[in-house]
């Protein structure tokens, strides 16, 4: 069975769940069921009803919603991305990051929307397949630009305190820590 860890205050609590007697895993299996579902609507309704929603459309999209985390949890892909597709990262997000600007930016001067989910992602992958080359330099540029950057520690070090406005000084530097 699993190991249950929480951390608070630089304290770890941690149990095997198989330790646990039954009603304790009934708690946390209820509890747990209860609050998924609650949190996968977290300020759903509020967002809708900025956008002037009826309450019918609210209550539509909160019961499609609670199917979703539904249907997730009984194929055990709650807590998964897309239905188990792993985060994407370093240059693969990078690159998607490229590809999403630039449809958002198409899309917001034809005063389109983009899809959601599979069919954005899908968007994306034929936005990469058609312009990759100019993504792969914009990569290039984006790279560059990091490293350029992390040679600019050496601008920021004790002389700007001795330069800045009066009233700065050690007081803000140890804020910005």
């Known amino acids: 069975m699993a190991l249950l860890k929480y951390t608070a205050n630089d304290v770890e609590y941690s149990v095997l769940a198989s330790a646990l007697p039954s009603a304790a895993i009934d708690y946390l299996l209820q509890y747990g069921f ?11 309704a509020k967002g809708l009803k900025a956008k002037e929603k009826s309450e019918a459309e609210i209550t539509a999209k909160l019961v499609e919603t609670h199917r979703a985390r539904f249907d997730a949890i009984l194929e055990g892909t709650v807590g998964t ?8 990262k370093g240059d693969d997000k990078l690159r998607r990051d490229i590809a999403l600007e630039a449809l958002r930016a198409h899309a917001a001067s034809k005063k ?5 989910g599979e069919a954005l992602a899908g ?9 990759g080359e100019t993504v792969e330099a914009e990569l290039a540029r984006r790279k560059a630009l990091r490293v350029e ?10 002389d700007e305190a001795e330069g800045g406005e009066e009233g700065e000084g050690e007081e803000g530097e140890a804020d910005a820590e």
Do not use: I, M
């Not at 998924?36 to 759903?44: E, N, R, T």
């Not at 991305?81 to 994407?88: D, E, K, T």
């Not at 968007?123 to 312009?131: C, D, E, G, H, P």
């Open 81 to 88: 991305r897309a239905n188990g597709v792993p985060r994407v």
């Open 149 to 158: 950057a992390e040679g600019l520690d050496d601008l920021f070090g004790d």
């Open 112 to 116: 389109a929307k983009l899809p959601e």
């Open 34 to 44: 209860a609050k998924s579902l609650q949190d996968c609507v977290a300020g759903v």
């Open 123 to 131: 968007l994306v992958a034929k936005y990469l397949a058609k312009y």
